[in-house]
């Protein structure tokens, strides 16, 4: 791999701060920027780490911990990460800056451990040569001794022997339960009633239409829940829940059938990322149907973000629309 | 550790670096600096100042720090909100 040395970190400084290279070299803290490259172990031309998440996030931790700028300490931390990243040729698919921001701010304060944080990135790297509840809305609690929180319990074995935790476990099952995620980051997020029912019927509309589950499904099954914030938004913007079926009918109809039915589209699991990142990044510990909403806009190639914007609702006025709605039911959200 | 020492004049202010080197190295640079008649510091700042000017003509570091800026630009300016 292709580590950063210090001439790098003023590079990449001078561009961040927008000064010349000069300035960025005499307002920098030579010895910290040194001590960060040490203890990231990148100094030099052969970095011993092997795994690029894992060495991306030990850099932006060391630099957090020794910033070279300190004025400016999550901002290089994050800017030199991506460069580490890019030089080794991994794109980080960072689709909610919000979520991002929690993690360096937890990262930072030591409320993750960077075994954590390189998991939640590394669920988010694509190689580089790719390019290359509105009223009623509660948070639900996780009820001790339900399927997820014996995975949460299970999550927390791993961790105590020092494997990697997996970056997302879904949990949808029959039972009583909410169902629910969990991620290293998060630790269990339940899902709202309206979610688990729009991910039910998401399932539901794949099988009729043969298909793995993509975010076009998940769409439909958001309408067809017929409530919940995520369809009160639409509703705001005027999107008829018979507009989207035709919509995604349509969109289907024109799509290659895949060789093999699984069950979920490649596409899926970055909105499942982007979900629990909406999430994060609204600082709510359940997952809702604004989220799932919201998500479908992670990438906008996708079936679902086209419909969508087709039909009027880009992702600028859904975002517009479900925070008129958060305001409104009396949730104040930064994100 | 860092520290800011007067300007000399008609010289931009000057800061105290530290730098953990190389037995090897240290005894070159203090080879060089004896041998040119200039402290041990003033050969270190060149030297830095050298690399990053080598940086900066690296084609390939800069497209790729000027895509990932460009494509993760609310990120940070999140980010430095976040810091000030």
Known sequence: MIGLDVADLIVIA??????????????ADITAAEEALAQAGLAGASPLRSDAAEAAIALMDALLRHPPFPAHREEMAVA???????????????????????????????????????SWLAARLSPESGLHSGPGHRRTMLPLGSPLAQIARAVGRRHRRGTRPSPLIIHIGPGDGPGGVITPVTGPMAFTGHARKALVLARQESSRLGRPRGPEHILLGLVNVGDGLGVQALERLGVRPEAVREQVTEVASQAPHPSEVGPEAPQ???????????????????????????????????????????????????????????AESGRERSA | MTGTEP???????????????????????????????????????????????????????????????????????LLRGDES
Not at chain 1, 14 to 25: F, I, K, N, Q, Y
């Open chain 1, 80 to 118: 030199a990460g991506l460069q580490f990243l890019a030089l080794n040729g991994w794109q980080a698919n960072l689709d909610v800056p919000g979520a991002v921001v929690v993690v360096i701010d937890r990262l930072a304060s030591a409320q993750l451990t960077p075994a954590q944080a390189a």
């Open chain 1, 14 to 27: 001078s561009e961040v701060l927008g000064c010349d290279t000069e300035t960025a070299l005499a307002q």
């Open chain 1, 268 to 326: 899926s699991l970055r909105v499942w990322y982007a979900m629990v990142d909406e999430a994060v990044a609204h600082g709510d510990d359940y997952i809702g149907t604004e989220h799932f909403l919201l998500a479908l806009f992670c990438d906008e190639g996708n079936a679902a973000a086209r419909v969508l914007t087709r039909l009027g609702a880009s992702e600028r006025e859904v975002r517009a629309a479900v925070a008129e709605l958060l």
């Open chain 2, 7 to 77: 300007a000399p004049a008609g010289s931009a202010q000057t800061k105290n670096m530290v730098l953990r080197l190389d037995p090897v190295l240290a005894e070159r640079l203090a080879a060089v600096a004896e041998v040119e008649g200039r402290t041990v510091s003033d050969v270190a700042r060149e030297a830095i100042a050298a690399l990053v000017e080598a940086r900066r003509n690296d084609k390939r570091f800069l497209r790729l720090l000027e895509d990932n800026l460009a494509r993760h630009r609310r990120l940070l300016d």
